[in-house]
């Protein structure tokens, strides 16, 4: 059953994605000393947004109904979160390999964090629509750009560890630790609540449990 | 549509206003784009509260906000009428007109791009003429141009070639994300590697990139030419628009946009050459009270 459940994910949009963010991660290990806080923060959100891609169910109308829950599916399903994790601790390791003052395990829990936030929204959309792939992963990619670059947000998140660490701000660590912990409560609710997605005007809307 | 064939006008002419009033309404209504120009506003009031030595961390906002959240509007615009295709199909306009309808959509955006650039320009407060390096005034005009309005223009161009070619849903947001962090690698290269021409072409080879660089003590002025930069991302937004209608083109058509598509890439490669040979022979630097210097 996980097999066949397995083979329903949508492989090329997470394994394409990844390596989209391999590839930019690559250029930040390489370029770890001027831009690879950056590049790196780029990498962890395509990583976020291939996770994103982990429910998209086209045909979504017709396993809705089946007997197998939301819980068992998300369970099977997430284990396509391996691919960008994967990805991701690659580059944690290179990290670590090129640059040993930064902190390997702040930055592998960056990592969980994005990619586990991607998956979360995508969660939450799985409610809704049959494939949130594209709009989870389109604002999964926004939440996680927007802070470095929104101007009251810029000095006062992290959300990259680096060496230098501004006191005033919430530091990376304490950031992604609010995010995971967030995001573990809105995946167990998504799935714990065992209503089919939302369809407007639609029959199947009157056999929600 | 429906008001078209209802009024019995099934000109193309009527069908492109029609439907671009109908797609302008959808792009303003959409959340992604109300997000952007709402951020937009509110980081350009913030950035420019105080004054400014970096100017590039202001006209920044409008390219990425305007441009790049605007790219993912249009993208999801484009796509929108993927589901119900075989409806479309057999309605009395063709494809190329939708297309185009939507492409007029990017006027929008481009307003909001130039009041950005007149909001940057009446009220952005620098701390001399040395902010914005060797530039003069028609330099700055080119710079704030190529910064502020054109990006507003092109991203929600792009989006629309996007979603005509490439069925991949995602593909907006990744897009941004790798032009995002192209110009942060061209960008940190160009600032270690001010004399290398295969970086300085690099830099160049973007949609969206900087001319200065600064501190609180000094600004930096690299190579290239502001203007032909302006005339390169011009080009670029031609050759989205020629790219998203060659989609589905009838072979009358399709000859004539490929004919067009040449001429345009032409012209982008001539533009490019011109900007990375126009412009400062060599990057300088600007201390304020001081004659800029060689680097």
Known sequence: MTAIMLRAVGWPAICAVTAMAAAVGACGVIFLTSAGPQLLTIAFALLAAAAAFALDEPASSVVDVTPTGPGARTAVRSLALLVPLCAGLGLVLACALRAPALSWTAIGLALAGNVLLGFAIACVARRRVGEPGAWASSAAAFVLIAPPLVPSLAGRVHTFPTTAQDPQGLSSNAWWALVGCTCIVAIAVSVADRRLPWRPRSSFGRNRA | ?295
């Open chain 2, 1 to 295: 549509m429906t008001t078209i064939i209802a009024a019995g006008r099934t000109g193309p002419a009527v069908g492109l206003v029609a439907l671009t009033k109908y797609e302008t309404r959808r792009f303003v209504r959409s959340p992604v784009f109300l997000v952007a120009f709402g951020l937009t506003a509110w980081a350009l009031w913030d950035g420019m509260r105080v004054t400014v030595t970096e100017v590039n961390t202001v006209t920044v906002y409008p390219a990425i906000f305007l441009g790049g959240l605007g790219m993912v509007a249009a993208f999801w615009l484009t796509r929108s009428t993927q589901r119900s295709a075989e409806a479309v199909k057999v309605s009395p306009t063709t494809p190329q007109v939708r297309t185009a309808a939507i492409c007029l959509v990017a006027i929008v955006p481009l307003i909001c791009g130039w009041l950005s650039f007149l909001a940057i320009t009446v009220f952005l407060r620098v701390p001399g003429d040395w902010t914005y390096g060797t530039l003069g005034t028609s330099g700055r005009a080119a710079l704030l141009i190529g910064q502020t309005v054109i990006p507003a223009l092109g991203g929600p161009l792009l989006g629309v070639a996007l979603g005509r070619w490439v069925r991949f849903p995602g593909a907006a947001p990744v897009l941004f994300l790798v032009i995002f962090g192209w110009v942060i690698l061209a960008d940190v290269l160009a600032a270690t590697h001010r004399h290398s021409m295969l970086v300085l072409m690099m830099r160049l080879f973007a949609p969206f990139t900087f001319f200065t660089a600064s501190d609180q003590h000094a600004v930096e002025t690299w190579r290239g030419s502001p203007w032909f930069f302006v005339g390169w991302q011009l080009c670029l937004c031609a050759v989205a628009v020629t790219v998203a209608l060659l989609r589905d083109a009838e072979p009358g058509l399709r000859s004539r946009l490929t004919r067009v598509l040449i001429v345009v890439l032409a012209a982008a490669a001539l533009m490019y050459a011109l900007t990375v040979t126009g412009g400062l022979g060599h990057a300088v630097i600007s201390h304020p009270g001081k004659a800029p210097q060689p680097i």
